[in-house]
C-alpha cells in the first residue's frame, strides 16, 4: 500500500512538471515514471503473493496459496467451491494427525530397552497437533498378540519413553511397534506408524546358520531344496560337524503333510551333519502350504546340547505364486485411446519380486514386452481395441503358466496421463476422450495434496495439456482428479519433491575419539534458504561393529511422514472398511530409498510407486458424503469416551451414564448426544485402577437391554496381513555386525554390571516368596510364577489374556471342548496342556468355533477381579499333579470371575501414562579406577535437543570400549514443519 501511494504521487509531480518542460524531457520523465511503476507493482504482488516470498515460512506459503487459488476461482465456479469447500468440512470435522517414531536403533536383543521419541503433527502443514495428548505405543508378535502395551503424554506434538524387553516377557521372534492415538483409530490402520524387527536371545553357544532356499517345479510338483551350514559362535568359530539333529517343519505354527508315500505323513526327520556343518535335504511341498509363514526347527540330539533348538524361516517364493496386478493410469482404460498401465508382481513371501514378460490380445498377437523397473514394478503403454481381452504371460522367472487378465477397456471415457521429470519445474498433464462423454457441469482439474486443494482449472473440451508448477505444492504425494462436476473421472497421484528439507550439520569438537573418550556436538540447523530454524530434534548413537546404520533413511522421518503415512492414508477412510481395501495397500518396501536416490533409476522407481501403490479406487464419495458418527474421540488428559446403543445396535440420545469407582469412592454422570456418545473429561487417576460404567433409561432404572461400548486402544488381533511377512532371526545369514553383538553381549553379560550391559545379566535368586491370599493353590506359595494384587495392578492391563501373553512366555490359547453342556477352554505351556482352574472351578467360555473367538472369550475375564495368579510346571512342584503344569487363578469373590460386563454395564482399566527415564550414559574419568567392558549397541540417546533462535544446540556423551566408529542419527521437526534427518559418522 506505500508504494502505491508512492506511485500516486510521482504522477502528481508528473503532472505540475509537464507545463514547464520541453518535449524531448516531458518523454523521459515518463518512461522513467512508468518503470518506476512496473517494478513498484511487481513488488507490491511479491509481497501480497507468499508463494514467492523467501521470507515466509513453508506452512504458511502453502497455507496463502491455498486461499488465493481456491476462493478466486470459486468466485465465479460453484463446483470447485462446493469440492473445496467439502474438503474444508472434512478436514475440520475428521483432521488427521501423523505418528512418526524415531527409535534408538533398528535391531534389539531380549533385555534391551527400546528407546523412541515421537512426533504427532497434522496432516496438512506437518505443525505440532494440538487435538491429542496421550499416544499409545505397543508391541505385537508374529502372531498379531499384544506383547507390551504403554501410553505417554504428548505436549506440543513431541514425547518419549521406552519399552523394556523383558526376558520373562519376550521370546526370540518378529515383532512389530505399533504407535496410535486414540483418534487415529478411526482412520483405522491408515495412519498408524509401524515398523517392525526382530528381537532375539544373544547366548554365547549359538549356532550361526547359513541358510540357502529355493523351490523348483518338477513333474508338476513344487521340490523345497534346503541347504544349511552350522557354524558355532563361540571363540573356535567351527562348524557344527557330524552332529545329530532332528528336523522339523512348520505351515503357520503347523507340522507340514508330505506329498511322497502313504507311510511318512509328517515331515519329521533326523540327519547328520557332514565335516563342514552342512545339511542338505529335498521335500516335495504341499500347494495349499503358506510359504510366508513356514519355519524349520533344528534341535539337537547330543545330550550335551540340553536339547538345543534353531528355528530358520524358510523364505519360499514358489513362481506359481506371484500375484502379478496390473493397473490402468488414473483409473481405467478406454478403447482407442493411448494408456500406461503400472503394474507390480508380489511374491509368495509378500514382497516386491522382478518378473518380465509379453502382453497378448485375444487372438494370441503379441502386444508389447514388459518388464520390471524396481521392486516388481513398472509399465507399459497400451491402446486398447474394442472388445478385446489382454492378458499378460510371465517369461521369467520361469516355470509360470498361469495367464494374468488386464482390466477389460470401457467403450467410452477419459484418460488422464501424467509426466512428472525429477529435474523439470513443471508437472505435464495430458487429457483425452473428453469429447467421448456429456460435458454436464463442466471437467475440472484439481491438484490437492495432504487433503487441501493446492491447484484448481477448468477445462474446455478440446483442452489437451496443462502445465503445473511443482512449487505451487508442499513436498511429499500430490493427487491430480478430473472431475465432471464434482464427480471422479479418473485421479494420479504423483511424488513432488522440493528440496526443501531441513540442512543439519553436526561440529564435533575434534576430529578423532578414543575409548571412553569425552564427545561434544554443535548442532546447526538451517532451512533451505540458509535460515536458522527453531525446533525439536532426537539424537541416537550407535556403535557401527555391532549395528548397521540405516544408510538409506529407511526409518527416517522423511519417509515416515512423506511417504509411508501417505500411501497408506486415504480420505476419510471408515474403520470398519479397513479391510476391503487393495492387496497392494501395506507396507513400503525400502522408502528411503526413493528419497535419497542414489541411482538413475531411483526417480523412475519412485514414479512407478506412485502409479501402483497409489492406485486409487476414488474415495471422493465420501468428501462428498453426509456427516457420520465418529467412532473415537480424542483423547486429552485423563478423559473417557464410549457410546450406548440398544438391542437393534442404534444409538440412544440423552441417556444418563454414570462413571463411578470403589477406591477412592466417587461417582460422576454425563448424558449421551445424538449419536449415544458420551465423554467424561479430566477423570481422576485411582488405586483401583478399574473405572465401572452404567448407563440408565430416562426413568432412572438400569439400562438391561442395551450396550455401553468405551472406546479402547486398538485389538492386536487384527493385524494387516500385508506386515506378516517372515523376518529373520540375527543368527540366520547373519553378518559381521550382528555377529560382534551377539558377541560382545555375551562377554558382557558375564560382568554382573548392570549399568553398563541393559541387556543380558546373571539370574537373580529370589530368597522372599509371595503368597496369595485366599489363593486355591495347595501348597501356597510353592509355584513357578506368581503374582499378586501388585503386580496385577502394575501391568496397566484390562484383560486375563493380555496379562497371561505378556507376562508368560509360550502360553497359548489351544482348543476348547464341551463337557456337562459346557465349553471348557483348554491352555498350553511349552506345548504342555494346562490344567486350568480358576477358583477351583475349569475355565469356561461361550461357545466358539474359531481360534481368534477362544482368545476374546478369554479377554472377557477382567482383571480388575483377579487377586492372583499362579503357574506350576517344573517338576519340583508339578509332582503331586502327576506333572501336568497347573495354572491357578483366585478372584476375589471366590465365584469363577466375573467376565465382561454384559448389557447397560461395563468395566474398563485405563492405562497409566508412562514416565520417561533418562537413558544412562556413563561420565568417565580421565583414567577410570575401574576397568569393565562397555560395549553399549546405543551409545547415547538424546531425546530432547530444542535448537535455540540461531538454530543451534550442544549435546555431550562418552564413547565406549568398541574403539570403532559410530553413526549419529539426528531428526526432527521445526517450529513451522518442516522436517530433517542426518546420518553422520563419528571415527
Known amino acids: 500500500m506505500f508504494l502505491q501511494q508512492l506511485c500516486y504521487s510521482f504522477c502528481y509531480l508528473y503532472l505540475l512538471t509537464l507545463l514547464k518542460m520541453n518535449f524531448k524531457q516531458t518523454l523521459l520523465i515518463s518512461f522513467s515514471l512508468m518503470a518506476i511503476a512496473v517494478s513498484s507493482l511487481a513488488f507490491t504482488r511479491r509481497l501480497e503473493d507468499p508463494s514467492d516470498n523467501p521470507l515466509q515460512p513453508p506452512a504458511h506459503r502453502h497455507s496463502d496459496q491455498v486461499y488465493n487459488t481456491v476462493t478466486d476461482t470459486a468466485k465465479y465456479d460453484q463446483n470447485v467451491k462446493r469440492i473445496a469447500d467439502s474438503l474444508e468440512k472434512m478436514n475440520q470435522r475428521l483432521p488427521i494427525e501423523k505418528i512418526y517414531l524415531h527409535t534408538d536403533k533398528s535391531l534389539y536383543s531380549i533385555g534391551d530397552t527400546i528407546w523412541f521419541k515421537a512426533y504427532l503433527v497434522d496432516h496438512v502443514f506437518h505443525l505440532a497437533s494440538n487435538l491429542s495428548n496421550v ?8 502372531d498379531a498378540r499384544l506383547m507390551d502395551r504403554i501410553s505417554i503424554r504428548i505436549k506440543d506434538g513431541v514425547g518419549w519413553g521406552q519399552i523394556p524387553l523383558r526376558k520373562t516377557q519376550y521370546q526370540d521372534g518378529g515383532y512389530m511397534l ?25 547366548v554365547e553357544d549359538a549356532w550361526l546358520v547359513k541358510s540357502d532356499v529355493t523351490v523348483n517345479l518338477i513333474d508338476n510338483q513344487n521340490r523345497l531344496q534346503v541347504s544349511l551350514f552350522l557354524n558355532r559362535m563361540d571363540k573356535t568359530s567351527s562348524p557344527v560337524a557330524f552332529k545329530d539333529v532332528e528336523l522339523k517343519i512348520y505351515d503357520d505354527n503347523h507340522p507340514v503333510p508330505k506329498i511322497y508315500d502313504e507311510h511318512r505323513p509328517v515331515f519329521i526327520e533326523e540327519m547328520r551333519t557332514d565335516i563342514d556343518g552342512h545339511l542338505k535335504f529335498t521335500r516335495t511341498l ?3 502350504a503358506n510359504g510366508r509363514r513356514m519355519t524349520l526347527s533344528i534341535m539337537s540330539l547330543d545330550p550335551k546340547d540340553h536339547n538345543k533348538i534353531v528355528l530358520v524361516p524358510l523364505l519360499i517364493n514358489r513362481n506359481n505364486k506371484i500375484d502379478l496386478q496390473f493397473l490402468p493410469e488414473g483409473g481405467k482404460l478406454v478403447t482407442g485411446i493411448k494408456s500406461v498401465v503400472g503394474f507390480k508382481a508380489i511374491g ?12 497378448f490380445d485375444s487372438k494370441g498377437n503379441k502386444i508389447s514386452d514388459f518388464i520390471s523397473v524396481h521392486n516388481g514394478m513398472g509399465s507399459i503403454e497400451i491402446t486398447p481395441m474394442a472388445n478385446e481381452i489382454y492378458t499378460a504371460r510371465i517369461n521369467d522367472p520361469k516355470g509360470i503358466r498361469e495367464d494374468y487378465r488386464l482390466p477389460k477397456p470401457e467403450p467410452f471415457g477419459t484418460v488422464l496421463h501424467v509426466d512428472n521429470p525429477e529435474k523439470a519445474a513443471d508437472i505435464k498433464i495430458t487429457l483425452a476422450g473428453l469429447s467421448s462423454i456429456p460435458a454436464g457441469d463442466g471437467f475440472y482439474v484439481i491438484g490437492t495434496s495432504r487433503g487441501k486443494i493446492y491447484y484448481t482449472q477448468k477445462i474446455d473440451t478440446n483442452q489437451t495439456e496443462l502445465l503445473v508448477a511443482k512449487k505451487s505444492f508442499p513436498s511429499g504425494v500430490a493427487r491430480f482428479t478430473l472431475f465432471n462436476g464434482i464427480s471422479p473421472l479418473n485421479e494420479r497421484i504423483v511424488f513432488i519433491d522440493n528440496q526443501d528439507q531441513l540442512h543439519i550439520q553436526i561440529t564435533p569438537h575434534k576430529a578423532h575419539y578414543g575409548k571412553r573418550d569425552s564427545v561434544s556436538l554443535a548442532i546447526e540447523i538451517k532451512d533451505k534458504n540458509g535460515i536458522p530454524v527453531q525446533g525439536n530434534f532426537s539424537l541416537s548413537v550407535t556403535d557401527d561393529s555391532q549395528i548397521k546404520a540405516d544408510s538409506l533413511g529407511n526409518y527416517g522421518i522423511p519417509a515416515g511422514l512423506l511417504i509411508n503415512a501417505e500411501l497408506k492414508g486415504d480420505y476419510g477412510i471408515n474403520v470398519l472398511e479397513t479391510f476391503k481395501k487393495l492387496k497392494l495397500k501395506g507396507e513400503i518396501e525400502s522408502p528411503g530409498y526413493y528419497l535419497n536416490r542414489t541411482d538413475s533409476t531411483a526417480w523412475e522407481a519412485l514414479d512407478k510407486l506412485m502409479l501402483t501403490e497409489g492406485w486409487t479406487d476414488y474415495k471422493w464419495a465420501k468428501v462428498f458424503s453426509p456427516d457420520k458418527p465418529i467412532f473415537f474421540n480424542a483423547q486429552n488428559n485423563f478423559d473417557i469416551t464410549g457410546r450406548v446403543k440398544n438391542i437393534l445396535n442404534r444409538p440412544m440420545a440423552n441417556n444418563v451414564v454414570l462413571a463411578f469407582s470403589q477406591k477412592p469412592p466417587f461417582v460422576k454422570q454425563t448424558l449421551t448426544d445424538k449419536n449415544g456418545a458420551f465423554i467424561f473429561k479430566d477423570l481422576l487417576l485411582i488405586d483401583s485402577g478399574s473405572f465401572f460404567f452404567q448407563a440408565t433409561r430416562p426413568n432412572g432404572k438400569p439400562l438391561d437391554i442395551g450396550e455401553i461400548e468405551v472406546d479402547r486402544p486398538f485389538d492386536p488381533y487384527h493385524v494387516v496381513d500385508a506386515y506378516r511377512y517372515p523376518i529373520s532371526p540375527w543368527y540366520v545369514n547373519s553378518d559381521t555386525t550382528q555377529i560382534n553383538r551377539a558377541k560382545r553381549i555375551s562377554e558382557q553379560a558375564k560382568t554382573d554390571n548392570p549399568e553398563l550391559t541393559g541387556t543380558l545379566l546373571k539370574e537373580v535368586e529370589i530368597k522372599g516368596k509371595k503368597v496369595i491370599r485366599g489363593s486355591w493353590n495347595p501348597y501356597p506359595a510353592d509355584a513357578d510364577y506368581i503374582f499378586d494384587e501388585h503386580d496385577i495392578k502394575a501391568s496397566g492391563l484390562n484383560n486375563l489374556y493380555d496379562f497371561l501373553r505378556q507376562n508368560i512366555p509360550g502360553m497359548r490359547v489351544e482348543y476348547s471342548y464341551e463337557r456337562n453342556e459346557k465349553t471348557i477352554l483348554t491352555l498350553t505351556f511349552n506345548d504342555r496342556i494346562i490344567d486350568t482352574k480358576i477358583d477351583g472351578r475349569p475355565l469356561q467360555i461361550d461357545i466358539t ?18 487377586r492372583g495368579i499362579e503357574l506350576i510346571y517344573s517338576r519340583k512342584y508339578t509332582e503331586w499333579s502327576r506333572d501336568m503344569p497347573r495354572l491357578i487363578i483366585t478372584t476375589y469373590n471366590d465365584k469363577g ?8 454395564n461395563q468395566a474398563y482399566r485405563p492405562l497409566p501414562i508412562t514416565v520417561p527415564k533418562v537413558f544412562y550414559s556413563p561420565k568417565y574419568d580421565i583414567k577410570p579406577t575401574v576397568k569393565l567392558p562397555d560395549y553399549r549397541t546405543t551409545v547415547h540417546w538424546e531425546p530432547n535437543i530444542t535448537t535455540d533462535e540461531n538454530g543451534k544446540a550442544m549435546v555431550s556423551f562418552y564413547t565406549s570400549d568398541a574403539g570403532s566408529s559410530l553413526t549419529l542419527n539426528i531428526q526432527g521437526i521445526s517450529v513451522d514443519g518442516s522436517i530433517g534427518n542426518l546420518l553422520y559418522k563419528l571415527l
Open 348 to 359: 509368495e513371501d509378500g514382497r516386491g519380486t522382478r518378473v518380465s514378460g509379453e502382453i
Open 897 to 904: 470371575g466375573l467376565k465382561n460386563f454384559k448389557g447397560g
Open 286 to 288: 504341499k500347494n495349499g
Open 849 to 866: 468355533k474359531y481360534d481368534t473367538g477362544r482368545i476374546e472369550e478369554l479377554s472377557k475375564y477382567q482383571l480388575a477381579n483377579i
Open 178 to 202: 505399533r504407535a496410535y492415538t486414540m483418534w487415529s483409530q478411526n482412520f483405522a490402520f491408515d495412519f498408524l506408524f509401524s515398523q517392525r524387527f526382530f528381537i532375539g536371545t544373544q
Open 135 to 142: 499416544l499409545f505405543v505397543e508391541l505385537v508378535d508374529n
